[in-house]
């Protein structure tokens, strides 16, 4: 008999899910101020989305990150981005 859980599974209860898609916006500031990015995440196919505010340098890291990565998960609680996986024994 497999266990049941004690609450049910609902979107709000998953707390990892895999980025499907990802948008950099610039937003431009006051005259005279500097404009700030976002980063918007599509999770799962579009079941979650997330919206990131960046400065300049996270922004270039993260555009150089997500170009390069084959599979990125996103932890929702925590905000934190993953990515991929390697087994173990490799570098």
């Known amino acids: 008999m ?5 609450q049910p599974v609902t979107d709000d209860s998953i707390v ?4 499907s898609h990802y948008q950099f916006s610039w937003i431009a500031g006051e005259p005279g101020r500097p ?3 976002t980063l918007q995440l599509v999770l799962d196919q579009g079941a ?7 400065d300049p340098d996270d ?5 150089e990150l997500l170009s390069g990565a084959g599979t990125v998960f996103y932890d929702v609680r925590r905000r934190t981005l993953m ?9």
Request: without cysteine; proline residues 9%.
């Open 83 to 91: 990515f991929g996986t390697t087994p173990v024994g490799r570098s």
């Open 59 to 63: 922004a270039d890291n993260l555009q």
């Open 2 to 6: 497999a266990p049941k859980p004690s």
């Open 35 to 37: 404009g700030s990015y």
């Open 48 to 54: 979650w989305e997330e919206v990131l505010t960046l």
């Open 16 to 19: 990892v899910r895999q980025l």
